[in-house]
């Protein structure tokens, strides 16, 4: 089964706007890592969080993770076009080495 | 340039016809994987690697097989190919510490007719 779901599935702004995609899970993870993927091309990472971390920066990327709701959160501040895409997380499971992902979240960014 | 690469990128078959999706990283990665990406479902994974001859079933197994004889190359088998196979499948590498992110191929498109 899925180990992750994310919200909204799709999700239309402006320019300029801030975005929020947020993903849930089930089980005990080792870390959270956040992607993205342009249409038909591979994925590409964009942060990674650790179980025992509250919260990451990078850039205009904001993460946050609760695993008591086992539950986090990507915020990209001030989108621009050029971030359209799918975002997608997914989680590495403890004592397995292998990623988790979920159904993703597409973005559209309008100009 | 550190890279993960695939070939094809597309391929359209027949059913029961076998192919290779082969795959070789630069990054010295111990760790691959094969996933297959379908709409709705997100990428689940098909098999990982741990390293050379050491391989594992992943969540959607079934008529896939996988090889690891050289560290870089993670060749993915389809000896009877069926049109539930089609997809867009990618593959792999990371290091295998627990806290380092995985890192792909641009993508297969498979069409089995």
């Known amino acids: 089964s899925q180990q992750g779901e994310e919200d909204p599935q799709a999700l239309s702004i402006q320019e300029g706007e801030n975005a929020t995609m947020n993903c849930s899970y089930k089980?005990?993870?080792?870390?959270l890592q956040w992607y993205r993927q342009n249409s038909g091309r591979g994925l590409v990472h964009l942060i990674l969080?650790?179980?025992?971390?509250r919260e990451k920066h990078s850039g205009r990327l904001r993460v946050t993770l609760d695993t008591s709701k086992k539950s986090s959160s990507l915020l990209i501040t001030a989108s621009r076009a050029a971030d359209t895409a799918s975002y997608f997380c997914a989680t590495a499971l403890t004592g397995f080495q292998k990623l988790v992902f979920g159904t993703g979240t597409r973005l559209l960014v309008s100009p | 340039e550190a890279q993960v690469t695939q070939n094809p990128r597309y391929l359209i078959t027949v059913t029961g016809k076998k192919l290779t999706v082969t795959c070789s990283q630069n990054?010295?990665?111990?760790?691959m994987s094969w996933y297959r990406q379908d709409p709705g479902l997100g990428l689940r994974q098909i098999y990982y690697?741990?390293?050379?001859?050491?391989?594992d079933k992943g969540d959607v197994p079934e008529g896939y097989k996988v090889s690891r004889k050289e560290k870089r190359n993670f060749p993915l088998i389809l000896e009877s190919p069926s049109p539930n196979q089609t997809s867009l499948y990618f593959c792999?590498?990371?290091?295998?510490?627990?806290?380092?992110?995985?890192?792909f191929g641009d993508g297969t498109r498979l069409s089995i007719l």
């Open positions: 089980t005990s993870i080792n870390n």
């Open positions: 969080i650790r179980s025992n971390e």
């Open positions: 690697s741990m390293n050379v001859e050491v391989t």
């Open positions: 792999a590498s990371w290091t295998g510490s627990g806290n380092q992110p995985q890192h």
């Open positions: 990054m010295n990665h111990e760790y």
